[in-house]
């Protein structure tokens, strides 16, 4: 598995904070990537750990090379976090909520970099993300899954623009508007199937035990 990990396949989760050890400094996972992966001495890879530091926008590299988690914000922490996932020049890039913890413009930041970093390595990304301003900015191709299945996949501006199932319409109506005024975010009516459901559920199925689900839970209610 550590053939793959790093080399072939990076990750980059949604919290900074639970991705490093705070026991260690940060760019102690840095140098043990790079010399897992690569063949460099101690010195070369923590020269190359500095290298990655300054390419994602970390200043001060000589000094906060050494340092820990709670000297820096998380935004820089996440910095840290893409150039661990970067630093083995993996093929694949999995990104989960990648942006999630982040204020707005630091994710913007953030966002901008992640493309910049990928596109000039060829690197893949997966990213799975709710928000669809993300998916808007970056994805090629967008796959909707709903109740653990495929829902909907398209090219991104397809799939954005025209979606064709309740959870792609639920997601997209969720962004908040600037242009207009609405009392609450548009919902998907009914409920999620439970976990325990047949193996082999169709969507279809999971659409029509969600609204009988919602049906007898008003007749319950006209009834108490």
Known sequence: METVRGRRVGAIFQDPLTSLNPLFRVGDPLSETIRLHADLDKA????RAKELMREVGISAVEERIDSYLHQFSVGVL???VIALALCAEPE???ADEA???LDVSIRAEITALFKRLCRERGTAVLLGTHDMGAIAETADRVTVMYAGR???MGAG????????????TGLMGSIPSLRKEVEQLQMIPGLMPRLDAPAGLSLQSAMCLCRAKVSDASAADRLG
Not at 44 to 47: E, F, T, V, Y
Not at 157 to 168: A, F
């Open 99 to 101: 942006t999630a913890a």
């Open 92 to 94: 694949l890039i999995v």
């Open 44 to 47: 070369q890879a923590r020269a």
């Open 78 to 80: 996440q910095r840290v």
């Open 150 to 152: 495929l829902a909907e």
């Open 157 to 168: 501006d397809d799939v954005i623009r025209r979606p064709r199932h309740p959870e792609t």
